[in-house]
């Protein structure tokens, strides 16, 4: 085990996976002399050269076109957006092309492509710099989505991203890029896809929370326990696919369900989990599921405005007590 | 120059193309293909002559109006007609349909219902090549409508920046649907936008198979020296409508008339008895070889089986 940031994390797996697979390429916009602006893809220039490490001009939709391209032309690109904002402007060749195209063709292509990047609050970057994306992501069939919430996650998940053979959106939070933690030395370390953590365990309540709200939602966790509430926290990891049996186990036994996300809560990752726990384990439940996610309006530019947007901790621990009808 | 060889078989694909689409207007008529079908009549000699100088590993990507890359790519009538039609016999298993086909295997990197979709795409084979140090180059086909997107300037941009391998093959039918290119494109010839991004640019008239092959030849001579991208205008015009069940309100009669007349298959069989290149004999014959294959191939595609729809959920993703 290594102790190190979460965009080391991520910067070492992907420098680890290079070394062993010259498919592999990074592309992106700063991503070269500069190391990508959150640092993830530091050093790598001097280490794998300017032909695998490329800077892209900002011409999001075509660089990103350019790996689906490669990556059913036999490469495995990795591609950096920095931010998932970005992703709007790439959305004809995500979830047009990427997504279609080993559908469309009849099962005869694969897209090993690695669609990678940062989302949501925590530096004050205002609407088109804050806002987390993964539910249109989910939406669509054919892109798989991972939203790694510590160092080791990060590490694990994306090697099995970068060696799966389907296009992958990778959404990292800068508010996490700083976190340090215990990160495995195994170069083979892989968390794979679809399998949910159980952060803590817990018999009254069970929060299932992704991305910066893990931590939140552990928080919350233990704030409760002092009131003598017991909650089970989760973290899906992976959207697509979603590992909902381990949420419905989960809610089975504590028959009550809260789900917290940085992204907007109408429409959002939280609804889709809501509804499928509902369908399949409805006579279990003590109390409605409570979702929560960010107000729906434009993710405002004021610390003040933008706290009073997305959940917080005691948002989290009122939800909790709402379902216990306290 | 062309050899002969080169010359007959370009022939051959004109005609095949040709008659495979008149052979899906038909079936379109008798309901027997759904959707919508974008027909290749009067554009023939660009695809059969720029695919005419590629090899198997060499890459393309197509558009809607992809059926004639397909053929001249691909070489199976039956398997291009049974995609139209839905069929599992077809490239795409009838998950793809008129607008969608590929063949991986003969590098066909897609056709494209997105207009201008797939010219990233093409950048993205050619970027695979020169990553892996190949000499493969792509040709990124592509119409006067799709050098209006983005993805066109974006891409001309970055391929020219990194000299990738790939030539920008604009086939200039003069309609985006219904719209002429002097309502919406600033320029009357698409080659100079090569210009603005320090390419050689050209503007060929598309019906001749030897202009056509004289641009494609050189472009193709400059991806594998390394030297980069080449955009190639080709002046061309489409003799159907953008799809079965256009009204066709934008133009007159007489202008269809006026290029069929410029017809680039009966051209190119005039050069060449003109020319005594080939006999009319041997070219009746290919004709009727042609004829004969398309026949055959929609006679497949019409006994195929229908896809399983148990199976209507596979291949979303690789497994394994």
């Known amino acids: 085990m290594s102790k190190k940031t979460y965009a080391m994390a991520i910067r070492d797996c992907i420098a680890q996976e290079m070394r062993k697979d010259d498919k592999i390429f990074v592309m992106g916009e700063d991503i070269a002399e500069q190391g990508g602006i959150f640092g993830c893809t530091r050093d790598l220039l001097g280490e794998f050269g300017e032909n695998r490490i490329r800077n892209t001009p900002i011409s999001e939709n075509s660089f990103v076109g350019m790996g689906v391209g490669a990556a059913t032309a036999g490469m495995r690109p990795i591609v950096e957006l920095m931010y998932m904002d970005f992703a709007y402007l790439a959305m004809d060749q995500i979830l047009n092309q990427a997504a279609k195209i080993r559908y469309m063709f009849g099962g005869k292509a694969k897209v ?49 991203a970068i060696r799966d053979d389907n296009p992958i959106m990778f959404f990292e939070h800068k508010a996490l890029y700083a976190t340090k933690g215990e990160v495995p030395d195994d170069e083979n370390f892989a968390i794979p896809f679809g399998q949910a953590n159980v952060l803590k365990k817990g018999t009254d309540a069970t929060i299932v929370a992704t991305l910066y709200y893990v931590d939140k939602a552990v928080k919350a966790a233990e704030a409760l326990e002092k009131e003598g509430i017991s909650c089970e926290v989760i973290d899906p990891r992976t959207i697509v696919p979603l590992d909902i049996d381990t949420i419905n186990d989960s809610v089975k036994k504590t028959g009550r369900l809260v789900i917290v996300h940085e992204a907007h809560k109408t429409g959002g990752v939280g609804a889709e989990i809501a509804s499928q726990v ?49 | 120059m062309i050899k002969k060889e080169r010359l007959l078989w370009i022939y051959t694909k004109m005609n095949e193309i040709r008659k495979f689409e008149e052979k899906a207007w038909r079936l379109f008529e008798k309901n027997e293909l759904r959707g919508s079908v974008h027909l290749y009549i009067g554009e023939e000699a660009i695809a059969a002559t720029a695919i005419s100088l590629l090899r198997d590993e060499d890459y393309i990507t197509s558009t809607h109006r992809g059926h004639g890359h397909g053929i001249a790519k691909s070489d199976d009538l039956k ?38 979709g797939g010219i990233p795409i093409s950048c993205g084979g050619a970027l695979a090549a020169q990553l892996k140090g190949t000499d493969q180059v792509t040709l990124s086909f592509f119409g006067d409508g799709a050098s209006n997107q983005g993805t066109f300037h974006e891409s001309l941009n970055l391929a020219s920046v990194w000299k990738l391998p790939v030539i920008f093959i604009c086939e200039n039918n003069q309609f985006a649907i219904s719209v002429p290119t002097r309502q919406s494109t600033s320029v009357k010839d698409i080659g100079v936008r090569g210009k603005s991004y320090d390419m050689p ?47 066709e309100v934008y133009r007159t009669r007489e202008e269809v008339s006026e290029w069929v007349a410029k017809c680039p298959i009966k051209r190119l069989r005039d050069h060449m008895i003109k020319e005594k290149i ?30 399983d729809t148990s199976r209507v959920l596979d291949d979303v993703f690789f497994e394994g």
């Open chain 1, 278 to 326: 509902t369908e399949s384990v409805f006579k279990y439940l003590d109390a409605p599921p409570e979702r929560l996610g960010a107000k729906q309006c434009t993710l405002p530019f004021n610390l003040g405005l933008e706290n009073a947007v997305v959940p917080q901790i005691d948002d989290i621990i009122n939800a909790v007590k709402k379902t216990m009808y306290k």
């Open chain 2, 79 to 116: 398997r291009s007609m049974a995609e139209l039609m839905g069929k599992e016999t077809g490239f795409c298993k009838g998950r793809g349909g008129s607008m969608h086909i590929a063949d991986l295997e003969k590098g066909n990197l897609g056709a494209n219902a997105i207009v201008g």
């Open chain 2, 201 to 247: 640019g050209y503007t060929v008239d598309g019906n001749d198979v030897f202009a056509v092959n004289d641009a494609v030849e050189k472009a193709i001579k400059r991806a594998k020296k390394g030297d980069g991208p080449t955009l190639i205008e080709c002046k061309t015009y489409r003799w159907k409508g953008h799809w079965t069940g256009d009204p």
């Open chain 1, 112 to 160: 090993p492509l690695v669609i990678r990047g940062q989302q949501g609050i925590g530096r004050g970057n205002a609407g088109q710099h804050s806002q987390s994306v993964e539910a249109l992501f989910m939406h669509i069939p054919g892109v798989k989505v991972a939203l790694p919430s510590s160092p080791a996650d990060a590490a694990g998940l994306l090697r099995t």
């Open chain 2, 278 to 307: 080939a006999t009319s004999k041997e070219l009746d014959a290919i004709e009727k070889a042609a004829d004969k294959a398309v026949d055959e191939a929609a006679e497949f595609a019409l006994s195929s089986p229908e896809p």
